[in-house]
Antibody
Framework: QVQLQESGPGLVKPSQTLSLTCTVS??????????WNWIRQHPGKGLEWIGY???????YYNPSLKSRVTISIDTSKKQFSLKLSSVTAADTAVYYC????????????WGQGTLVTVSS | EIVLTQSPGTLSLSPGERATLSCRAS???????LAWYQQNPGQAPRLLIS???SRATGIPDRFSGSGSGTDFTLTITRLEPEDFAVYYC??????????FGQGTKLEIK
């Protein structure tokens, strides 16, 4: 059973770069069959998709965040990562990593989520 | 950009009753691209339905999805206590990626 686990700082200062990593276990990250996503949820609010990466390194970002987002993948470590630059308090959220199968436009596997607070 | 509007915002029902949750899209959505999730407090969302009507692995058959075009529905027959949660619909667009509705909270009456 595939499992995803987010990790990274829980507190980031305004204007700095938020960096999170998702570690995948129980399955392959380098399979051609999956997209690896980052999704966030502001406190008490709904869900916002940030972007995804394919094992080859190709990416697709939410147009509203595209200028600040970089998603990368390290198949040797079975990890993919999120960098969000120039953060403000509006980026305070629970950040989830998730997997969807190619051809299935829904995320069946999610990490537990990690809260990132942007504050000085 | 396709906007998903879920209704009602809050639905108050009793265990054993039937729940009908709506998701309306601002433009036509391919049924292949419509999914439903359940989220309990402090937990990650759980996939219920993909492709508008296909139950995910392990999802009880009291959950069903239907609809096409701009109108989609999640139906839960015979509500169980563990079904009271927040439900989100989600769609995929080739130019916008994934977008979610604002959610429907299903609460115990």
């Amino acid at each position: 059973q595939v499992q995803l686990q987010e990790s990274g700082p829980g507190l980031v200062k305004p204007s700095q770069t938020l960096s999170l990593t998702c570690t995948v276990s129980g399955g392959s990250i380098s399979s051609a069959g999956y997209y690896w996503n980052w999704i966030r949820q502001h406190p008490g609010k709904g869900l916002e998709w940030i972007g995804y990466i394919y094992y080859s390194g190709s990416t697709y970002y939410n147009p509203s965040l595209k200028s600040r987002v970089t998603i990368s993948i390290d198949t040797s470590k079975k990890q993919f990562s999120l960098k969000l630059s120039s953060v403000t308090a509006a980026d305070t959220a629970v950040y989830y990593c998730a997997r969807n199968d190619v051809g299935d436009y829904a995320a069946a596997y999610w990490g537990q989520g990690t809260l990132v607070t942007v504050s000085s | 950009e396709i906007v998903l509007t879920q209704s009602p915002g809050t639905l108050s029902l009793s265990p054993g009753e039937r729940a009908t949750l709506s998701c309306r899209a601002s433009q036509s959505v391919s049924s292949n691209y419509l999914a439903w999730y359940q989220q309990n407090p402090g937990q990650a969302p759980r996939l219920l339905i993909s492709g508008a009507s296909s139950r995910a692995t392990g999802i009880p058959d009291r959950f069903s999805g239907s609809g096409s075009g701009t109108d989609f529905t999640l139906t839960i027959t015979r509500l169980e206590p563990e079904d009271f949660a927040v439900y989100y619909c989600q769609q995929y667009g080739s130019s916008t990626g994934y977008t979610f509705g604002q959610g429907t909270k299903l609460e115990i009456k």
